[in-house]
């Protein structure tokens, strides 16, 4: 009989030690053991229902086997689902028996049947249950046990749970409180410890620390059971991942995007989309993890508090045209018909080139020609190499430059000049229109990733796209009006020819000096006939296409009876234009992407404190005196002159031989 106590004290002990470790403490067994036992009913089997809860806030009540009222659960405690438990039995039935008759006299430890990793020893493995998983209540049930000793072990932990419920040993049947019966329907509270983690993404541009808003991402986590990654849209609960309110994954005005309540395993982030021409880089995975104590691990760094920054990358274009004679580079200039213009077109190139499809540079002029053989491109004042890049005509007058990514890798985050010349045509515009040239910049907006190396990856099945940046320059030209009159002033005088010349540099083409030069103009200087111009019927002569500066009209033939100018007239064109553009440069979505145009014109006006108009037209009036009139061939007035002619010669003989006689003598 006392051997039979001593067994009933081991039982009780053990069980409450168990359940006190591992669980909401519940007893084993009657609490005073030396009471008079009940008979076990050999022929029942028992039942296991595990009630599985987050920790919430203090200890709760107390369990003692039955189930328990939810009002004694601890404070924020929810049901945790897909916790996995196995039973295993360490003593069968005739164990349970034999320990009435037995009499030990130290209580067992659960490390008798469990390794010190927390897994059940190899001895016992083949006495285990099938797992029993908690559904969204919280609990898992095991039907039909023999009867026995089972120790109970977490085999499956949430990831929401930070430290994992130890095994524990536990008696089928068990007793009641009072001991005045047993337990075959078993019902128990471990407990486990949750947490749950917090990561940070900051965005910026690559220039000027730039806080881009509504970039959105998504967030994915790497499956335990296969290794792919599932896409995760809301917080994690004690119902699992993806469960609980929705997550925040795009950038606010700070650029930022805060993650909570992660719980433990491998995460990536990785971009979906991003606004305002930046590129979006949706091959890259930024990966991190939560540690089981709720810390983040990315890259080397492990803390509780983890930024990931995001830096985008973004080219540029920026399209110049120089002031003539060498002047600066600006927006716009002024040329003539014939001029050849330089232009220069700066690109920024994003530190991520190698990793695009598109990265070309396209030349549209209106009423000008590129010159091909004239480009130029160099990176730090030196050329880029051959094979970085093609050129090619772009219809009848302007190019395309076609860069090969793959070929830039010396050049990423730099930036390369393109320089070239332009001929200003004959169809070119004198009027506040001008004649435009745009350059534009087409880009891969996406960077997809390899299908094959991550068919997981979000961005799988997205377009490359095509983002672009225009920026256009202006070239004016004016023209000079004549109007040719009488000396009346108001009689037009049709067919008066004009040279309009222009004083040029030495080497210019068609330059011409000393004795080539006409009378009035400066034979020491070189000169360069632009046009001949004839007034119509109304006495107007127009030319067009020339820029500012001064120029002479040298009139070469007049109506009859007028005289021909004295000496060339000298014409002054200086036309103040004011190109005015939007302040700014709005992105906007595209056929394929997004699209901005730089310093886009809106509007143009010319001034001049003459007489030119607000067209950019000098008007110069001409006025034509009349000189004497010769009489016509065979009239009275031819027989005057010619006997006229005569007697003033036979004058003169006459006073030649006189003189000649004066001297003889």
């Known amino acids: 009989m ?12 053990l069980l409450t030690l168990g359940m006190t470790l591992s669980m909401m403490t519940m007893t084993a067994f009657a609490a005073d053991p030396s009471a008079k036992m009940p008979t076990i009913d050999t022929d029942k089997t028992g039942t296991v229902t595990i009630h599985k809860y987050t920790s919430g806030n203090g200890m709760g009540s107390v369990g003692n086997g039955t189930e328990a009222d939810p009002g004694d659960f601890p404070t924020g405690a929810e049901p945790l689902k897909g916790a996995g438990f196995t039973l295993y039995q360490v003593e069968d039935k005739g164990g349970m028996e034999a320990y009435y008759k037995a009499d030990p006299k130290d209580l067992p430890d659960v490390s008798e049947y469990v390794e010190p990793d927390g897994t059940i020893k190899k001895a016992y493995i083949g006495n285990a249950t099938s797992e029993g998983l908690t559904d969204k209540s919280g609990t898992a049930t095991f039907s039909n046990l023999e009867l026995g000793f089972y120790v109970v072990i977490e085999t499956t932990v949430p990831d929401a749970v930070t430290i994992p419920m130890k095994p524990f040993l536990l008696s089928v049947p068990m007793t009641t409180t009072d001991g005045s019966d047993w337990l075959y329907d078993i019902h128990v509270y471990p407990k486990n410890e949750t947490g749950y983690g917090k990561i940070s993404l900051e965005k910026t541009g690559v220039k000027d620390d730039e806080k881009i808003s509504g970039a959105t991402f998504a967030l994915q986590k790497k499956s335990d059971a296969d290794g792919k990654w599932i896409n995760i849209t809301k917080q994690s609960t004690a119902q699992g991942d993806d469960t609980g309110a929705a997550l925040s994954l795009t950038t606010n005005n700070e650029g930022k995007i805060t993650i909570e309540g992660l719980s433990k395993g491998e995460y990536r982030l990785i971009e979906t989309f991003v606004g305002d021409g930046y590129i979006m880089d949706g091959a890259t995975a930024y990966v991190f993890k939560v540690n089981a104590d709720s810390s983040i691990t990315y890259g080397t760094e492990t803390n509780a508090n983890i930024t990931i920054n995001v830096t985008n990358e973004r080219p540029d274009l920026t399209k110049k045209v120089q002031k003539k004679n060498g002047g600066t580079w600006g927006m716009d200039a002024d040329y003539s018909i014939g001029d050849e213009i330089p232009y220069k077109i700066t690109v920024d190139v994003p530190k991520n080139i190698t990793k695009l499809k598109t990265f070309t540079v396209t030349d549209t002029p209106t009423n000008l020609k590129d010159n091909l053989s004239s480009i130029k491109i160099t990176c730090d004042g030196t050329p880029v190499v051959v094979e970085a890049y093609s050129t090619e005509a772009l219809g009848a007058d302007g190019f395309t430059i076609k860069f090969t990514p793959a070929q830039m890798e010396a ?15 004959d169809t070119a515009f004198n009027t506040t229109a001008g004649n435009r040239n745009t350059a534009k910049l087409e880009y891969s907006k996406n960077i997809t990733p390899n299908t094959t190396d991550d068919p997981d990856n979000p961005n799988k099945d997205k377009e490359e796209g095509k983002n672009t940046i225009e920026n256009s320059t202006v070239v004016y030209t004016f023209a000079v009006k004549i109007e040719k009159t ?15 010349y222009q004083e040029v540099d030495a080497e210019t083409t068609g330059a011409i000096t000393g004795a ?17 111009l004839t007034t119509d019927a109304s006495g107007i002569a127009t030319h067009n296409g020339l820029s500012n500066g001064t120029y002479y009209l040298v009139e070469t033939k007049t ?33 394929n992407g997004q699209k901005q145009v730089k310093s886009e014109i809106t509007e143009t006006t010319f001034t001049s404190a003459d007489s030119t108009t607000q067209q950019g037209i000098k008007v110069q009036k001409v006025i034509n005196k009349k000189g004497f009139t010769l009489p016509t061939t065979g009239g009275i007035g ?28």
């Open 2 to 13: 006392e051997r039979m106590k001593r067994m009933k004290k081991l039982l009780t002990g």
């Open 411 to 425: 050049y990423k985050g730099k930036q390369l000049v393109i320089t070239y010349n332009a001929t200003l045509k």
């Open 486 to 500: 009488g000396e009346d002033g108001t009689t037009p005088l049709k067919d008066v020819k004009f040279d309009l």
């Open 516 to 532: 080539s030069v006409p009378a009035g103009l400066d034979n020491a200087k070189f000169w360069k006939k632009i046009d001949t």
């Open 559 to 591: 109506n009859d009876g007028y005289n021909l100018l004295k000496k060339p007239i000298e014409v002054i064109l200086n036309v103040q234009y004011t190109t005015i553009t939007k302040t700014e440069s709005a992105w906007v979505e595209d056929t």
């Open 638 to 665: 031819t027989f005057v002159f010619t006997f006229a002619g005569i007697a003033m010669m036979a004058a003169a003989v006459i006073l030649l031989i006189t003189g000649k006689k004066k001297k003889a003598e």
